[in-house]
């Protein structure tokens, strides 16, 4: 009987200890703790361009992390990718509306993330509003050819 | 078909692969008595007792227990057939993972709704008829070979079935558990009044317990009868069999070809 | 003639295999529907410990040796493009999608799976299947059953076990040894790892891995000539069997959920 009891213990701290694993993954490893989790508000934003750009891509103001990418999708009016932004409910309202959103790189080569900088207009962005000053993603083949047309130039 | 019989096979054939085992084998068990079947090894005795379980089936022929054609039930009529039914088996077969006590057990908690303490007292009950209450905490690891047999048996009455089938009881013991086993399929059997089938090849202990005896060969039954008039059987191959001497009708030797040209034939090829 | 013969062998060879899936899909059918029952349900956690718990600890080593040669393994290609703040991302996609769910179904395969069949077989050989038979117990529902369902839920949770461990293996080479930024582990980390997307799918493999495996062992264990030279021959081929299938269907798997991510 003592041995049995020691045993259901056992599997118990195992099934345990599984779904502790998975909220693990869950949390920490896949991140839906920062973003999904809390409330958000949604705004979207037109790029010419977004390089590499994928849902899940963080999206930062002043580099800190305040929300990430939902939805990737291509304007079929204006040729132009129609990027759906999640951002923390707390934003809401604060935003002022000539704020931009860039496509940046971290590292030379790292991930494509979008960062907010804040203008100052009076008026701010609520839910569902659209970020009408974009910047691009940096393309290396665009960035190369400008340099040698330059160059040619002068 | 007499109510007297309680197991009766007619006609049975049964082959495995290319080997013909039985070819057509007739034999009744009387109620209440010790049936023995005996033969030389590989005669397929086992075969014949796994028949009797449904546990295979014959090609032709049929098995019938107390009337019912074991081979025509449904798979749950058959399982409720076999709650009637004890088997022992060669190496006792008892299960690995649980005690002494819960071997014996175990029919009774499958099969039965009896509370706790009533198993006990059937468990501990049957254990003293083997002589092994005081075993009950072993693993069967912890056992000897007569002792597992033993165990085995009281499992196998432990719900007082009608039928108890022996494979092969005598098998590898020493004298003394041999006597304790002989002594016990005795005693079990007058005791709780229940039909045995003994398969055994050995010859001066079955005779001893058996009330009636087959000897089956190449895969028919060869003679019956009972203890007293096989021995006295003017059967060369009867008598053989049951004074156990090396040559006779069934040869020493495994079929060959002729002993001298295979020899010459091995000293040609070098 | 010689040609017949070889077309004869072909032919045999085909209905042999296709007799012996036919025969462990009937097994696999008859052994894993059955009513749950209260006995049932401490044969299932006798098994959970015998198979889960008992291998969690060769998991959870290798699991963290992984995870640390994978850090290390990265940083050093990574380092090169300046890249190193995408290790985080590398260990944990490179763990959840592919190395945990086909090295714990293989270190499985390999602990329990074989141990699954040389005890099923063992019990065979010493008649005690067949015993059970004859007591009126099926031991399908007795034996298969429990194991079946006891390999199905431990596999899962032994790969959710070495990927944490994994990811923490990684950490610890790569954070704390070799210097790359904590922030940037889990925050690469977290950007690109998506839970339904890889977490999801990597559980999914494991569960098809998890069925296999635990199928193929038992199956082999039940199926085996009762001898010691069959259990020790079934118990090889349960290893081989279920590592083959395991990297097969990973392929195939892989094709299926990833194939279209690039």
Not at chain 1, 98 to 123: F, R, W
Not at chain 3, 3 to 19: K, N, S, W
Not at chain 3, 235 to 252: E, M, P, Q
Request: hydrophobic letters at 45%.
């Amino acid at each position: 009987m003592k041995r049995s009891k020691m045993m259901e213990f056992g599997v118990g701290l195992f099934m345990l200890a599984g779904i502790l694993g998975l909220v693990f993954l869950g949390l920490r490893v896949s991140g839906l703790g920062n973003g999904v989790g809390g409330e958000t508000f949604t705004l979207y934003a037109d790029f010419a361009n977004i390089g590499g750009l994928k849902p899940r891509s963080k999206v930062t103001l002043a580099g800190v992390r305040v929300g990430q990418v939902a939805n990737v999708e291509l304007d079929q009016e204006w040729f132009e990718a129609r990027v759906t932004l999640e951002l923390d409910a707390d934003l809401e309202g604060q935003l002022p509306r000539d704020t931009t959103a860039a496509i940046l790189t971290s590292g030379l080569l790292g991930e494509q993330y979008i960062g907010l900088s804040v203008g100052g207009d009076p008026e701010t962005l609520a839910g569902g509003d659209t970020i009408r000053d974009t910047q691009q993603a940096l393309v290396l083949e665009e960035l190369i050819q400008q340099f040698v047309s330059n160059m040619v130039r002068e | 078909m007499t109510d007297a019989m309680l197991v009766e096979l007619e006609g049975v054939r049964f082959s495995r692969g290319e080997k013909e085992i039985f070819r057509g084998v007739d034999l009744q068990v009387p109620r209440g008595k010790i049936t023995a079947i005996m033969g030389p090894s590989g005669t397929g005795k086992t075969t014949l007792l796994k028949l009797m379980g449904g546990q295979l089936t014959p090609d032709s022929g049929c098995v019938r227990i107390a009337g019912q054609n074991v081979h025509r039930l449904s798979r749950r009529d058959l399982f409720r057939l076999r709650r009637r039914m004890g088997m022992l088996f060669q190496s006792g077969a008892l299960f690995s993972d649980l005690d002494v006590f819960e071997n014996v057990a175990f029919p009774l908690r499958v099969h039965t709704d009896l509370p706790e303490a009533m198993i006990r007292d059937v468990v501990l009950m049957k254990l003293e008829a083997v002589g092994l209450r005081g075993a009950r905490g072993l693993m069967p690891s912890e056992l000897s070979g007569g002792m597992l047999r033993r165990v085995a048996l009281a499992r196998a009455v432990a719900l007082d079935p009608e039928l108890i089938l022996y494979d092969e009881p005598f098998v590898g013991q020493d004298p003394i558990s041999m006597g304790v086993l002989v002594q016990l399929i005795r005693k079990v059997n007058q005791a709780l009044g229940l039909t045995a089938v003994v398969v055994s090849h050995d010859i001066k202990e079955t005779l001893s317990i058996a009330d009636y005896v087959y000897v089956i060969s190449d895969g028919q039954v060869m003679a019956h009868g009972t203890p007293a008039s096989l021995d006295v059987d003017r059967d060369p191959r009867v008598s053989q069999f049951i004074h156990g001497e090396p040559d006779g009708p069934v040869p020493f030797h495994y079929p060959a070809p002729d002993y001298f040209s295979d020899i010459l034939a091995e000293g040609m090829r070098s | 003639m010689n040609l017949g013969h070889r077309i004869t062998a072909l032919g045999r060879g085909t209905l042999d295999l296709l007799e012996s899936l036919g025969r462990a899909g009937i097994f696999l059918l008859q052994s894993s529907i059955s009513i749950p029952s209260r006995e049932g349900w401490h044969l299932w956690l006798r098994q959970m410990h015998f198979v889960g718990v008992m291998s969690l600890a060769i998991i959870l080593v290798s699991g963290v040796f992984i995870g640390m040669v994978l850090s290390l393994q990265g940083y050093t290609i990574l380092v090169d493009f300046g890249a190193e703040e995408a290790l985080g991302q590398m260990v944990a996609l490179s763990l959840l999608r592919e190395l945990s769910p086909v090295v714990a179904a293989l270190l499985f395969a390999g602990r329990a799976g074989s141990a699954l069949t040389a005890e099923i077989g063992l019990m065979k050989a010493t008649e005690q299947l067949t015993s059970m038979e004859m007591i009126g117990v099926d031991p399908l529902r007795r034996v298969v059953a429990p194991r079946l369902w006891a390999g199905f839920v431990s596999l899962p949770l032994l790969t959710v076990g070495f990927s944490v461990v994994g990811i923490w293996g990684g950490y610890l080479v790569g954070v704390e040894w070799l210097g790359v930024f904590e922030g940037a582990y889990w925050s690469g980390m977290q950007s690109s790892v998506g839970f339904l997307d890889d977490v999801g799918n990597g559980l999914i493999k494991s569960l098809v891995f998890a069925l296999v495996v635990t199928w193929i062992a038992v199956f082999q264990g039940y199926d085996l000539i009762p001898t010691s030279e069959g259990i020790s021959r079934a118990t090889t081929r349960t290893v081989v069997y279920s590592s083959l299938a395991v990297l097969g269907l990973d392929f195939v798997l892989t094709t299926l959920m990833f194939g279209e991510l690039g």
